[in-house]
């Protein structure tokens, strides 16, 4: 991780810089059950000029149309605020799209929210970054 230096990051922030982390992975690994065990049912996402609810970003996941294959993150970061967690990552995703493999460097913003003993993803935001 970089961004925020380890020593001042909480070990609950950590905790879900870590889940972030592996959300990409479930995401590669089209493991919708896990996914939809994390996503908030009121969770948004917005990539692409698209903004889905969270049965579309699932049902995106489970048809590959949207095929996830590596997130490389070069930077997170995490603010909290009360029960929610704000992380923010520079990563280069690689991803099949209509058949075609790309590589687009993005900067990503998940709202993670507190229920209960866990923490649920609420939003996620691709925002492609230019000239990198």
Same mark, same amino acid.
């Given at each position: 991780?970089?961004?925020?230096?380890?020593?001042?990051?909480?070990?609950?922030?950590?905790? /879900?810089i870590e889940l972030s982390r592996q959300k990409w992975l479930w995401m590669a690994d089209r493991n919708v059950a896990e996914l939809a065990a994390l996503f908030h049912p009121s969770a948004r996402f917005v990539h692409m000029g698209a903004t889905l609810d969270c049965k579309s970003e699932l #049902?995106? /996941?489970?048809? +590959?149309? =949207?095929?996830? @294959?590596?997130? #490389? =993150?070069?930077?997170?970061s995490a603010e909290r605020i009360g029960d929610t967690? =704000?992380?923010?990552?520079? *990563?280069?995703?690689?991803?099949? /799209?209509g058949g075609n493999e790309v590589v687009n460097p993005f900067a990503?913003?998940?709202?993670?929210?507190?229920? +209960? #003993?866990?923490? @649920? *993803?609420g939003s996620m935001a691709f925002t492609r970054l230019l000239g990198e």
């Open positions: 991780m970089t961004g925020t230096p380890q020593s001042t990051v909480s070990t609950e922030m950590q905790s /879900v #049902d995106v /996941v489970r048809s +590959g149309q =949207i095929q996830y @294959k590596h997130a #490389d =993150i070069s930077e997170t967690v =704000i992380v923010y990552s520079r *990563l280069r995703l690689t991803a099949v /799209v990503v913003t998940e709202v993670y929210v507190r229920q +209960g #003993d866990s923490w @649920k *993803l």
